[in-house]
């Protein structure tokens, strides 16, 4: 019986130590990956690429110039593009094709997106020990184009693309956000533009642009249409005012701090004015510069790779140009609680690589995304739109320099809208702020807007906007992105799915000891 109760004790023992070795549920820790010491040039890869791109033309012109200009350096690599419209479909598309082994190579992507990527088994490539190879790493030796050192690329922008420990993209643009305004209709209204934007001024002119005629029109414009002010991103809205208010919104950890008292409070005020008229959403009312340009807009809040849409020169327009009126546009950043402390959100697509079985592969995906980093490619690419290049060379290079400085000579290359928003960025760089990044993190980004889409729209009918409402909001907005069934997203240790079989063998094991030692007990115990 001696033996009996030593095997017993040391199975028991054993059992409680195996599912701490494999206790990390969640996250996957990608494995670290080994670079090939020689590029095989003997071999020929076919790598794809995923990418987005709206109706610009420009861009999708200086993605195959990109791709011509690396195949002639790697005649042995092509590279397939494939062009999407939104972030959202490629995050998509690659969440289908994890699950079959058919991945892109390299796509454009989010940290939030790449984040979920990470729960599966090494399907996201850590970058660490490619970004520091001598031979093919950044500004590597044995690379046959001028990429940028780690030292060139924007500190804060690279930082975005760590996750955990570990670095799983390169930044590819950056962007923050802008306030894009008809300056001739602000002052028409009595009003003179501050030298930083803040919340009470845009308020109170947006309701001073809300008084209509006595046939119904409004006095500003004469027209049957005006939203004041109309925010295209509301999930950044929301990050933002939380941010200027120093309020929750998640800790890195994953934690939601989202529902809280300045939450409701900055809710109740957006209900108010979405009352009156003053305050819509994209979502609801459609695209800020389609309002801006017909005079039915004072203030559109969209990103500032959005500024060639915005004005009424603007290169690129959705409406018809009768429908366009003249006025002056000013671009400045979005309004603050405090304007001596400024905050303003940092974002913009990111290149990530996918795992293959083949290292060879991977490390001609990995020669391709850094050529995305050239200064040729990057200050070809953000010339298109508001973008800013991502490394400091091509951010001082002189042809970028001599870009900026040629603001209005036309209303295309050169559109001063366009470049005047591109340099909010560069002027703010040390007041922007990322927001955490964790599986979920995604769904809380999308909760934030709706938190501000479903007041304003329950205004819109006439419901009552209480603290009943907020609670039922609340609620529903939880259920809604599945913030109750993530428990990492309240604060406890995060639960991304079943458990693996592995997992389930270990817990069947400990639950048999136990049975096993109850028995051992029982039959002592009727001995006696």
Known sequence: MKKLRKVLAILFAAVLCLPILSGCHGRQEQAAFTVPEEFDTSRDYEITFWAKNDTNKIQTEIYRQAIEGFQELYPNITVNLRLYTDYGDIYNDVITN?????????????????????????????????MENDRYGLSGSDLLFDGPKESEIVPQFLEECMIGNHYYALPYMRSTEACYINKTYVE????????????????????????????GTYMLNGQEV????????????????????????????????????????????????????????????????????????????????????MGCDAPLVDISQDAITQFETEVMPIPQYDPENPKMISQGPSLCIFNKEDPQEVLASWLFTQYLLTNQVQIAYSETEGYVPVTLAAQESDEYQDYLSRAGEDNNTYYDVKIKAAEILLEHADDTFVTPVFNGSASLRNAAGELIEDVTKSVRRNETVDQAYMENLYSNVTSLYHLDENSALSGQPADLGPLPVTAKILLGALVGVWILILLYLAVSKLRK
């Open 98 to 130: 994890i699950s079959t082994n058919t991945t892109p190579n390299v796509c454009i992507t989010y940290p939030d997106h790449i984040a979920t990527y990470l729960t599966g088994d090494n399907v996201v490539v850590p970058l660490d020990e490619l």
């Open 188 to 215: 028409e209204l009595g009003y003179t533009l501050p030298d930083t934007l803040t919340w009470d001024f845009i308020w109170e002119v947006s309701e001073a642009a809300t008084q209509k005629n006595a046939d």
């Open 226 to 309: 005006m939203i004041p002010f109309i925010y295209k991103s509301t999930d950044n809205m929301m990050i933002q005012m939380l941010r200027q208010l120093d309020a929750g919104y998640s800790t890195n950890s994953g934690e939601v701090q989202i529902f809280n008292d300045t939450t409701e409070n900055i809710l109740y005020t957006i209900a108010d004015h979405a009352a009156t008229g003053a305050f819509s959403t994209f979502k609801i009312s459609g695209y800020p510069a389609n309002f801006l340009n017909a005079g039915q807009c004072v203030f559109a809040i969209d990103s500032t790779a959005g500024a060639t849409w």
